[in-house]
């Protein structure tokens, strides 16, 4: 017996354009078994010291 899906590939896409559109840097999609639609972001680790080259290229 199979169980319809709770969630369509339609659906992923629109949510990941509007998260893309609003600025976000998709890192990841969930989806959960009651259907929810979870978008993660990038994650993007700061710099723990300055470059050299950033003087240099300036």
């Known amino acids: 017996m199979t ?3 709770k969630f369509k590939q339609q659906d992923v ?3 990941v354009k509007g998260a893309k559109a609003a600025g976000m840097r998709v890192g990841r999609v969930e989806i959960d078994p009651n259907g ?3 978008i993660l972001s990038e994650s993007v680790a ?3 010291e300055p470059n050299p080259w ?3 290229l300036g």
Do not use: E, M
């Open 3 to 5: 169980v319809a899906a």
């Open 46 to 48: 700061p710099a723990s």
């Open 13 to 15: 896409t629109r949510a």
């Open 36 to 38: 929810r639609i979870v």
């Open 54 to 56: 950033d003087t240099v």
